[in-house]
């Protein structure tokens, strides 16, 4: 199981890369392999603002469909255009090209409350 250690964690199984004031979002390669082949992602929310644990967006797998969490408050400013006709890169790689939004944080003390690699192997129990 590939837990980044540069990264910070939620315990919806999404990932966040902080560079200042912005944010890239993704889901865990745990998500990704509980998921299945995902098919599907959508995200409509590109330039609203949206507040910690809004939905901001859904991805679909051939078993299921989930919602996507904000991990931080903020204004969705890219969503990854490639999703849309590759969508199954989120399978192959979570952390790089699978990437899903990135976001301009309102309040970027937030971050603190996020997980961190360690503190997320021990949710997953890897």
């Not at 912005?22 to 082949?37: H, K």
């Not at 937030?110 to 890897?126: D, F, R, V």
Request: avoid cysteine.
């Amino acid at each position: 199981m590939n837990i980044p250690e540069n990264l910070k964690y939620t315990k919806d199984h999404e990932w966040v890369k902080i560079e200042g004031e912005t944010v890239t979002i993704g889901i865990t390669d745990f998500a990704q392999s509980e998921l299945g082949d995902i098919v599907f992602v959508e995200v409509d929310t590109e330039g609203e603002v949206l507040e910690k644990e809004e939905t901001f967006g859904t991805i679909e797998a051939v078993k299921t469909v989930s919602d996507l969490f904000m991990p931080v408050g903020g204004e969705i400013t890219a969503f990854n255009q490639n999703l849309e006709s590759t969508p199954d890169v989120i399978n192959k790689d979570p952390y790089g090209e699978g990437w899903i939004i990135k976001v301009k944080m309102s309040d970027s003390s937030q971050t603190g409350e996020l997980l961190t690699s360690e503190q997320y192997k021990e949710l997953i129990g890897a």
